[in-house]
């Protein structure tokens, strides 16, 4: 079995396990009480977080041909942190790739949160994670590469930045679950691309709680196509809801600044397409304190 398909079969498995809801309709909640829920829930989780450590497999395929003609497996230490302000921030430093060391592994990200100064630790925590991107296969892939990202359009302080409306309701694991759909709509947005192209995407939330079970984050304009979905489950030792997995799609055309504009390497005059396939698997869950101090 070729590793695309191996890739394409795992994710197929992965939606079914968690897709199973919405076959038979509900009655659904109100979007205000929903989205003010989902609200509640990610300045909840933010704080109970503080820092969770895990491991990071980040299999990553070149489609540009048709098929696969290049793979990359990342692995890296991953570091998931709760912000005072409610906001919920990702790092990675990559350690190893297609096998081969790449430094010599240490837990460099979690000392860094253990730096007394906050904004000096975010600074160089995301300097690591811009230095990991240099091993991807396709900087294209850094754009949506934070699992936890989609969890901003729902802070209650952007979410008028967006058009929320609600999706079908179902069940999953036994809990009532709607889907919450999202078009964002205020300048300048979120995510800078070319066209000054909207986010749109959805959330998998529990009714009751707010909790949020999956995400999908969805950038489509003239030329190319973004989309990331992440499935979280519960880590009953930590008590909290974390990603199991984040699988990717990335379609880049030569359309006249697209390809610089993304920083994928490519030349914009030449007709070229690129198209890349990610699945990052997180695993050896650990939570640690580091009370962190308000970022401005």
């Not at 990342?74 to 350690?95: C, E, P, Y």
Request: hydrophobic share 40%; aromatic share 8%.
């Amino acid at each position: 079995m070729s590793l695309r398909v191996r890739l394409w079969c795992e994710c197929a498995l992965t939606a079914v396990a968690f897709g199973s809801m919405g076959i038979h309709a509900q009655k659904g909640p109100a979007l205000a009480d929903l989205r003010r829920a989902a609200a509640d829930y990610v300045a909840k989780y933010s704080r109970q977080l503080s820092a969770v450590v895990a491991e990071e497999e980040y299999l990553q395929l070149d489609n540009s041909a048709g098929r696969v003609i290049a793979t990359r497996r990342l692995r890296s230490d991953f570091v998931l942190v709760g912000l005072d302000d409610g906001a919920v921030a990702g790092f990675r430093d990559a350690f190893e790739s297609n096998g081969s060391a790449l430094r010599e592994r240490q837990d460099r990200l979690l000392a860094l949160f253990r730096i007394p100064s906050a904004a000096a630790s975010l600074e160089q925590a995301r300097g690591l994670s811009v230095e990991s991107v240099r091993h991807y296969i396709s900087p294209g892939l850094s754009l949506l590469d934070e699992p936890t990202l989609p969890l901003e359009f729902l802070r209650q302080k952007n979410q008028e930045r967006s058009a929320f409306t609600l999706g079908s309701v179902g069940t999953m694991d036994g809990s009532q679950v709607a889907i919450l759909k999202f078009e964002e709509r205020s300048t300048p947005r979120f995510i800078p691309s070319p066209g000054n192209t909207p986010v749109s995407g959805r959330f998998w939330v529990e009714v009751l709680s707010g909790t949020v079970r999956r995400t999908e984050l969805i950038l489509t304009g003239k030329g190319f196509h973004f989309r990331t979905t992440v499935n979280y489950q519960t880590e009953p030792t930590l008590g909290l809801w974390l990603p199991l997995d984040m699988y990717q799609q990335v379609d880049i055309s030569s359309v006249v600044g697209v390809m610089s504009d993304f920083n994928t390497g490519g030349g914009s005059d030449l007709p070229v397409r690129q198209s890349f396939e990610a699945r990052a698997k997180y695993s050896k869950f650990r939570q640690v304190s580091v009370g962190l101090t308000r970022v401005k």
